[in-house]
C-alpha cells in the first residue's frame, strides 16, 4: 500500500505555492465550468483539493502497480509483431490502470473530457510516474502531443483527436530521422498535397521515435517541395487507424527498456495538416518540444528521487567496520549532496512548470477574448522566463538526475553493479535523460540567449530583492558575491567574442555562463523554498556551497582564457 505522493512532503510543499492562487484563477476562469460540469472546482481551495486528491490516486497507482512492475517491464519489454508494437505485461496493466482512473489528458478542457489541470499538478503526477518507472513515464507523458493539439489544431481537429485520450489513446511525437538528430532542419520525410482528393500524403522514414505505433502522432514533414532549411516543413497528425505505417523495428536500448522506440516507415500515410503550412518547425514543434522538455525535467526529478531513496535506505542497512555505512562522512556527504541537487531540481521544476502556467493560461484565453494591455504584457513575461527556463531545468535535471543515480550506484558499490537491486536498473533509465528531447549541449544553445539577452541577470536580481527570511542574509550576501563573480565572467566573453567574426567564443564558454547562472537561480530558490519552510535549511545552505564553489572556478577559467586558446582543443 505505498503511496508515492504521500509518503512525499515536497510534493505538496511545492503544490501550495503562493503563485497556484494566480494560476488556478487563470486556469478557472472565474470557475465558470461549475454550472456546466459537477466534478469543477467552485473555488480556488475546492480545486486545489481537487489536485491533492487526484495526486493521491496517482500516487496509490504509481506505488501499488506501476513500480512493482518496473523490473518486470525491464527484462521482458516491448516486441514487434506483423510491424506493430506489442507492450510488455506490466506496461498494458500500468496504461490500464491510469486510464481507468481518468488520469490520460489530464490538462485537456473538460469539454474534451479532460480535467483542466494546470500543468503544475500535471506535471507532479510526471514526476510520481517516474519515479514508479521512467520508461512508462514516456507512453504517459506523450499525452503532451494532445496539449499541442489543443494549442495549434482546428476545431474540428480538436473535437476528433481530443476526447480519445480520456479513453486511453496513446501518442507519439515524430520528429527524427537518420539524418535529422539536432539538427531537425534537415528532416526530409516528404508530404505531399493531393488537390483532388484534397488529401496530404506522407512518405518516407522516421527512426528512435518513443511509442512509435501509438494511436496518435504528431509528424514533422517537408510539405515545400525544393526546400532545404526549416521553413519548408509542416506538422501533421497522422491516425494510427489508416494503417499506412509499419514499424520496421524496435532499438535494443541500455535503458528505459519499457519505452519502444521505433523505426517507422510511412507509406503513402493519410495526414491532416495542422495550422499553416511552413510552421511546422519554427512554431509548433518548438512549443511541442518545450512541452516534452519540461516532461523530461519531471521523468529526471522522479528518477533521481527513486535513485536517492534507494541510496538512502542502502547506506542505513549496509554494515562495514561495525557501522552502519552512513555514518562514514564520505558516504553521508556524498548522500546530502545527492539530496540537495534533488530539492533544486524540483525547484526550478515547478517554478519553470508555474511560468508556463501562467503564459499558457493568457494564451488560451487570448483565443476566446482579446486581452488589455496588463496581461498581455503580464503574459509576455511569463513567455520570455518560461522560454529560458526551460533549457536551464532540462539542463540541471537531467544531468543532476545522471550524477544522483552515479553516487546512488557508488553508495551500492558491488552490491549495486549487480541486477539485484533497482539502482543498476535507474542508472541506465537517467542516461537517456540528457540525451533526448534535445541534449544538453543543445540546451545549452537555447539557454545562452538567457545569458546575453540578461534574461537570468533580471530574474536573478528580482529574486534577490524578494522577501528572504532575515536570519538566513548570509546566504543572500552569498549569492550576490556569485552574481557578480557571474557578470564579470559574461562581461569578460562578451568583450572577447566582439573581437572576432563568429561567436565562437561564446559557444566555447556558453555552458559554463549559463551553469553560473543556473547555480544562482537555483540558490535562490531553494532560499526562498527555506523562507516557506526550514526543512529546506540544509540543501539550501549545501547547494550554495557547491555552486559558489562552481562559479568561482567557472570564472577562473574564463579569465584566463583567450580567443587563441580554443586552438588548443581543436580536433
Ligand atoms: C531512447 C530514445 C528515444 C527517443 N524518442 C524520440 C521521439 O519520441 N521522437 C523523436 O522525434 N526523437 C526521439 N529521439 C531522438 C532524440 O531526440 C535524438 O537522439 C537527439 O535529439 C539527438 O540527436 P542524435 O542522436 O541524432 O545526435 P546528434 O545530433 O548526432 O548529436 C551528436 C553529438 O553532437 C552534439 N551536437 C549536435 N549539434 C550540436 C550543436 N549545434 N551544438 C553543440 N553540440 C551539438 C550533440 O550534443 C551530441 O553530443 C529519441 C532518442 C532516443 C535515444
Redesign the pocket.
Known amino acids: 500500500m505505498a503511496n508515492f505522493y504521500r509518503d512525499n512532503e515536497d510534493m505538496k510543499f511545492h503544490l501550495e505555492h503562493p503563485l497556484m492562487k494566480k494560476i488556478v484563477a487563470l486556469k478557472e476562469r472565474n470557475f465558470e465550468d461549475k454550472d456546466k460540469y459537477d466534478y469543477a472546482p467552485l473555488d480556488f481551495e475546492d480545486a486545489m483539493d481537487s489536485y491533492d486528491r487526484t495526486l493521491e490516486i496517482v500516487g496509490e497507482i504509481c506505488g501499488d502497480i506501476i513500480g512493482p512492475n518496473a523490473e518486470g517491464v525491464d527484462q521482458e519489454g516491448p516486441t514487434v509483431v506483423n510491424d506493430r508494437v506489442i507492450y510488455a505485461k506490466g506496461t498494458a496493466e500500468n496504461h490500464e490502470a491510469l486510464t481507468k482512473a481518468g488520469l490520460i489528458g489530464m490538462s485537456l478542457p473538460r469539454e474534451y473530457d479532460g480535467l483542466n489541470f494546470p500543468i503544475v499538478p500535471y506535471v507532479m503526477a510526471a514526476e510520481l510516474v517516474s519515479r514508479a518507472d521512467g520508461g512508462f513515464a514516456?507512453i504517459w507523458g506523450?499525452q503532451d502531443c494532445a496539449e499541442t493539439i489543443h494549442e495549434f489544431a482546428s476545431k474540428e481537429q480538436k473535437a476528433e483527436y481530443l476526447p480519445r485520450f480520456a479513453k486511453g489513446a496513446t501518442a507519439?511525437?515524430?520528429?527524427?530521422e537518420p539524418d535529422?538528430?539536432?539538427?531537425?532542419q534537415a528532416v526530409q520525410l516528404k508530404a505531399t498535397y493531393n488537390k483532388e482528393e484534397d488529401q496530404w500524403y506522407l512518405n518516407g522514414v522516421?527512426?528512435?521515435?518513443?511509442?512509435?505505433d501509438g494511436d496518435v502522432s504528431l509528424v514533422?514533414a517537408r510539405s515545400e517541395e525544393g526546400t532545404t532549411d526549416g521553413r519548408g516543413l509542416s506538422m501533421f497528425i497522422y491516425d494510427k487507424k489508416h494503417m499506412a505505417v509499419k514499424v520496421r523495428r524496435i532499438?535494443h536500448?541500455m535503458?528505459?527498456i519499457g519505452?519502444p522506440?521505433c523505426e517507422l516507415v510511412f507509406t503513402n500515410a493519410p495526414a491532416e495538416l495542422v495550422g499553416s503550412r511552413k510552421m511546422g518547425l519554427i512554431k509548433y514543434v518548438m512549443s511541442l518540444m518545450n512541452g516534452?522538455r519540461l516532461g523530461v525535467g519531471a521523468q529526471s526529478v522522479g528518477i533521481a528521487e527513486a535513485a536517492y531513496r534507494e541510496g538512502l535506505a542502502y547506506a542505513k542497512e549496509r554494515r562495514q567496520f561495525g557501522k552502519a555505512i552512513i555514518e562514514f562522512p564520505a558516504v553521508y556527504e556524498m548522500l546530502t549532496n545527492m539530496e540537495a541537487k534533488l530539492n533544486a531540481s524540483r525547484s526550478v521544476l515547478y517554478e519553470t512548470s508555474r511560468f508556463v502556467d501562467v503564459y499558457k493560461s493568457y494564451f488560451h484565453i487570448s483565443h476566446d477574448r482579446s486581452l488589455d494591455k496588463e496581461e498581455r504584457m503580464d503574459m509576455k513575461k511569463y513567455q520570455k522566463l518560461a522560454d529560458v527556463f526551460t533549457p536551464l531545468l532540462k539542463l540541471f535535471a537531467s544531468e543532476f538526475c545522471n550524477e544522483i543515480a552515479y553516487d546512488s550506484l557508488q553508495v551500492h558499490a558491488g552490491s549495486g553493479y549487480m541486477k539485484d537491486y533497482p539502482i543498476e536498473r535507474l542508472v541506465r533509465d537517467a542516461r537517456?535523460t540528457n540525451?533526448?528531447?534535445?541534449?544538453?549541449?543543445?540546451q545549452?544553445?537555447a539557454a545562452v540567449r538567457g545569458v546575453t539577452t540578461g534574461a537570468y541577470l533580471n530574474q536573478i536580481k528580482e529574486y534577490e530583492a524578494s522577501d528572504l527570511n532575515p536570519q538566513y542574509e548570509y546566504l543572500r550576501t552569498t549569492l550576490k558575491g556569485m552574481t557578480a563573480k557571474y557578470e564579470e565572467a559574461v562581461a569578460k566573453v562578451n568583450e572577447i567574442n566582439a573581437t572576432a567574426d563568429h561567436n565562437d567564443f561564446l559557444?566555447f564558454h556558453a555552458r559554463r555562463l549559463v551553469e553560473m547562472a543556473g547555480y544562482i537561480i537555483m540558490g535562490y530558490l531553494l532560499l526562498t523554498d527555506t523562507t516557506r519552510n526550514d526543512k529546506y535549511h540544509s540543501s539550501c545552505e549545501v547547494f550554495i556551497k557547491m555552486g559558489k564553489a562552481k562559479v568561482a572556478s567557472y570564472l577562473e577559467y574564463i579569465m584566463s582564457s583567450e580567443l587563441k586558446d580554443l586552438g588548443i582543443f581543436k580536433k
Open positions: 514516456n506523450l507519439a511525437m515524430d520528429l527524427t535529422a538528430g539536432s539538427d531537425l522516421k527512426r528512435f521515435i518513443t511509442n512509435g514533422l532499438e536500448k535503458g528505459i519505452s522506440t516534452a537517456i540525451i533526448y528531447e534535445g541534449t544538453t549541449q543543445l545549452v544553445v559557444d
